[in-house]
C-alpha cells in the first residue's frame, strides 16, 4: 500500500526488453534506499513495482506485459522523469490516501490552464472509471494523490498548488499527455459489494438500478 504522497522524482536509466516483459533499471535520484530490500515494492508513476536488484542509486524491476498493456509504463524511454514512494510501514503518515499501485486505467489530460501560482489541469478518464470518479473525492494520477475539483462526464478538474508541481512529474504535463488513474479504492470494493450475490454470477451485468433497489435502497434515493 501506498499514501499518493511522492518521495522523489526518479528517473529511467535502463530499459531492457525480455520477450513481452521490460526489465527497467531506476536511477532514484534522492529517495532514501537504506530500509528497502530486494523483494520490496517501490510505486513508479503510481505502479506497484518490485525491487529485483538494489543498487546503491537505484533498482532493477521487472515490468509484466500486463502491466505495460494497462499503464504509461510502456511508454518510458530512457531519462523519462518517474514519481517515486516507498511502500507505506505501519508507523508512517498517511497523507494522502490509501493508493494499491494497481492502474485502473490511462487518462489524457485535455487541458492546462495557469492560475497564478497554481495549475489546473482537466483530465478524461476512460469511460468505465467515470463512474468512480466524484467531485471533493480522491483519484491517483500518475502516483499523486489528488482531491477532484469538479466533474463533468468523464472529465475532471484538478487544481496543483506549487508545492507539488515542484516535487512531482505534473509540472511537465500538457495536453495530449498519458497518465496512469487509480480510482478511489473504497468506490471499487462498494459497488462490488452492492452487487451481493450476483458478484458471483459471469454475467451479473454490473451494478443497477434494478440492483440498487434489490439491495434495499429506495427509489427517493436514487
Known amino acids: 500500500m501506498f499514501s499518493g504522497i511522492i518521495e522523489a522524482v526518479g528517473s529511467v536509466v535502463s530499459r531492457e526488453s525480455k520477450g513481452a516483459d521490460v526489465r527497467l533499471r531506476v536511477d532514484t535520484a534522492g529517495l532514501d534506499l537504506a530500509d528497502v530490500v530486494p523483494g520490496d515494492s ?15 542509486d ?7 506485459g ?19 514512494e516507498k511502500a507505506l510501514t ?31 489541469f482537466r483530465i478524461r478518464a476512460p469511460e468505465g472509471l467515470a463512474k468512480y470518479i466524484a467531485e471533493k473525492g480522491s483519484v491517483c494520477v500518475d502516483g499523486v494523490s489528488l ?6 462526464g468523464a472529465e475532471f478538474e484538478l487544481n496543483i498548488v506549487p508545492h507539488t508541481l515542484q516535487q512531482t ?6 495536453p495530449g499527455w498519458r497518465v496512469n488513474l487509480e480510482v478511489d479504492i473504497i468506490a471499487r470494493y462498494l459497488e462490488r459489494l452492492l452487487l451481493g450475490e450476483r458478484a458471483a454470477q459471469p454475467e451479473n451485468g454490473g451494478l443497477t438500478v434494478g440492483a440498487l433497489l434489490a439491495a434495499g435502497m429506495g427509489k427517493s434515493d436514487l
Open 169 to 174: 512529474t505534473m509540472n511537465g504535463y500538457r
Open 66 to 84: 500486463e502491466t505495460l498493456a494497462r499503464t504509461v509504463l510502456g511508454e518510458t524511454r530512457v531519462g523519462s522523469a518517474l514519481n517515486l
Open 147 to 152: 482531491t477532484v475539483n469538479g466533474v463533468q
Open 42 to 56: 517501490i510505486a513508479v508513476n503510481g505502479v506497484c513495482l518490485t525491487v529485483t536488484t538494489l543498487l546503491s
Open 58 to 64: 537505484g533498482f532493477w524491476a521487472d515490468v509484466s
Open 90 to 120: 505501519l508507523s508512517t503518515r498517511l497523507g494522502g490516501h490509501l493508493v494499491t499501485g494497481h492502474v485502473d486505467g490511462v487518462g489524457e489530460v485535455v487541458q492546462r490552464t495557469e492560475q497564478g501560482r497554481s495549475v489546473k
